[in-house]
């Protein structure tokens, strides 16, 4: 797995926002999908380009570049990854989105299944999963195995804040994977929170709590 902490000061600076105790559920909302935006540019760097002939503004030819083919589906892990939804598709309108409905047990930290429906010819597409938190890493394990098993080959994941014990985990068991992240902060606590961190992303997206 390669892991790709993104250092741009808009993507620093959005974060360090996020921080902020008290933040508005709006003002969450805004940055998480102004990064996720972010994070998917980044994570498309490498996308083929194709040139093509069209007829330019004054009648005459001119050549351009488009993105040559490339499949995705956007895969948000319920409920935080909603957040970042709209981001991403600001970047890539036209991919589809697959869903996974993911929780933790508060207590055993284990990543519980209570949905999925993914698109079809998984085997063809870029697979992006989107989720704000990456903690123990049991939740992105559980959806990488589900969109293995469904036949995706590709797999990038974006996630704002990663803990290393999370990264550690997916490394070890998905090293193909690549992860796009706006921070890799420093520890988990003893209830799986990430520290700093940003407290409960789905209850500040949701305006749960
Ligand atoms: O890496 P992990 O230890 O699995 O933790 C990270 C997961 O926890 C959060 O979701 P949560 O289960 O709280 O659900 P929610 O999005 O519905 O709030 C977060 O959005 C991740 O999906
Ligand atoms: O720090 C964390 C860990 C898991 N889920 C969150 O929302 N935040
Ligand atoms: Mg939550």
Known sequence: MSVH?????????KIG?????????K?????????????????CRDFPLEGKTI?????NPVQI?????????????LRAGIG???????MIPNAKVSVVGLARNEETLEAHTYYEKFVGRLDERLALIIDPMLATG??????IVMLKNNGCRQIRVLSLVAAPEGLARISAAHPEVDV????????LNQSGYILPGLGDAGDKIFGTK
């Open 5 to 13: 902490e993104v250092n741009h000061p808009m993507v620093k600076h």
């Open 17 to 25: 926002l996020m921080r902020e105790a008290g933040i508005s559920t």
């Open 27 to 43: 003002k969450f909302r805004e940055l998480t999908a102004e990064i996720a935006s972010l994070l998917s540019y980044e994570a």
């Open 55 to 59: 007829e330019g503004w004054d009648g």
């Open 65 to 77: 570049q488009q993105i040559k083919g490339k499949k995705v589906t956007v895969v948000p892990i």
């Open 84 to 90: 970042m939804l709209n981001g991403v598709l600001d």
């Open 138 to 143: 049991g939740s992105l394990d559980a959806t």
């Open 180 to 187: 796009y992240v706006a921070a890799i902060d420093e520890r």
